[in-house]
């Protein structure tokens, strides 16, 4: 065994399970619900003192899914949850969410098997064993057969590195760590926001109506469409019951796994007028459809996207009145390739008088001091940071755990270049580690719920077959790795995605090995892959008694 194994004694003895989960968010709770129907031992791990992973920490005000519409943001694997369970709004808020998880935890029992508060600090694999060593903050020592990475694709923040910024001496928060109480007062104070992604351009609104002044840092302008929020209409819901199987089925063969039919017309069919008159209607309903019910060719065709961004340019120019405000707010790049974004009056909330908007390209920062921040044209005085500056996604969490596989090697070494992964599940030199985001799967390009629900079924029938067959172990192939990472490197390199710097190229996180990390070719080609290679006798893995 490893050193750097746990040290288990008489006095504190090692759990033995079957399969460690990490993390009690979408994907650990279904995984601790699936595995314990196979007949598993399992347990969930989380630091958090509640369950739902990422929607238990970016409690900031706004936060909201982006996914097209309750009740399609939800575990599809059971017609109970879909049933017993209210979803208020189109756009269900944070709160929610995170009522809906609870619920799911105490309907499906899963509490019992779930350690909150507990950090898993180390994983070891044991290769005379063929098992893991897991260590835990509280000190106690886990032996299991099994790892389960459900450690979320957005879940360790991204701290900017700015001169100064740890001599603030006003209140700081970071939007994906939000504090678990009601504590953040915004009344009275001098705010500045920095960083204009989703979780900017959600919570500056709110922020906006609370505060004194609000000063907005931003370093790239963003391209968001109305949310189009709005009470869920009952007989909507109803219809949903009615015909879940069906919208389960449709989810399973879109690329995104929304259940909505795309649209199969090309920008250039359509005359200029026929295209404002488009985008209008949708910018009017609000939400994700504008970006998938317009055009088919917008994420593949220059003429058709620069269509829809010049769209929305217009949209800033009108609704922002002050001309040179509205002008820093004017992305100038193809839109789609950062997470479409779904704002409750963003733009608008540059028209009041309390809000400021600062371009850091034209403006940059010098420093933060303790009361407030410098940039090059002067001070600009403050009661508290917030910090809305994304994630270490999709690889940070798991980087930071830097479990240690076979012949000792640790997994940054592995990614030290590039984040390898077959089929963006496994990681040869990794056995019996799974991860259910990770690098290489769809994660964030596709209807999160329903490709976490789609990896941990393969997780758990992989641990079944292992089981039937009298197989400890199962290994990814360094060549069927290679393989695959190279295939997802070329797919995205098909789409628009690679041509602005953003998360999904690790290019917002300093020193990150860049490539594109999300499989980008859909769903339903990602998801056949998988099938495929389960249905050829686990093609590219080694399996070992
Ligand atoms: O993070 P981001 P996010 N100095 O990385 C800026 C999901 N999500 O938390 O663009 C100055 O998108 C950075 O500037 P730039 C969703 O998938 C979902 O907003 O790099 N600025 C950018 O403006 C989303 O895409 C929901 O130039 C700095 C911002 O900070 C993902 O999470 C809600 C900086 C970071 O934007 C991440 O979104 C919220 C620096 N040193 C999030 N460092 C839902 O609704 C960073 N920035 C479900």
Known sequence: MSSKGPQATAAQPAIVLDVVVIGAGFSGMYALHTLRAAG???RVYDEAHNVGGTWNWNRYPGARVDFPVAPYYCYTFSDELMNEFDWPERQPDQATVLKYLNFVADRMDLRRDIELGTRITDATYDETRQRWWVDTSRGTPIDAQFVVCASGALSTANMPKIPGIETFAGECYHTGRWPQDDSVDFT????????TGSSGVQSIPHIARQCQHLTVLQRTPQYTVPAGNKPVDPDFVANARATWPEIKQRMRVTPFGSPFQASTVRAEEHTPEQRREVYEKFWQVGGFNIVIDTYCDLFTDKFSNDTLAEFVRDKIRSIVKNPETARKLLPNYLIGTKRQILDEGY???FNRDNVTLVDL???P????YPGGVRTQSGEHP?????LATGFDAITGTLQRLNPRGRGGVTLNECWKDRFNSYLGITIPRFPNLFMITGPGSPSVLYNMTASIEQNVDFVSN??????????????AQPREELAWTQYVDWISKQTIYTKVKSW???????GKPAGFMPYAGGGLTYFEFVRQAVDNGYRGFTRSV
């Open 40 to 42: 598993l031992k399992a």
């Open 188 to 195: 009275g104070k001098r705010v500045a926001v920095l960083g």
């Open 347 to 349: 733009y608008d909330t």
């Open 361 to 363: 390209r034209e403006d």
């Open 365 to 368: 920062i010098v420093e933060f």
């Open 382 to 386: 403050l009661d508290m940071l917030v």
């Open 462 to 475: 992989t641990i079944d077959h292992l089981r039937e067959h009298h197989y400890t172990s199962i290994e």
């Open 504 to 510: 999904y190229n690790g290019e917002n996180v300093n």
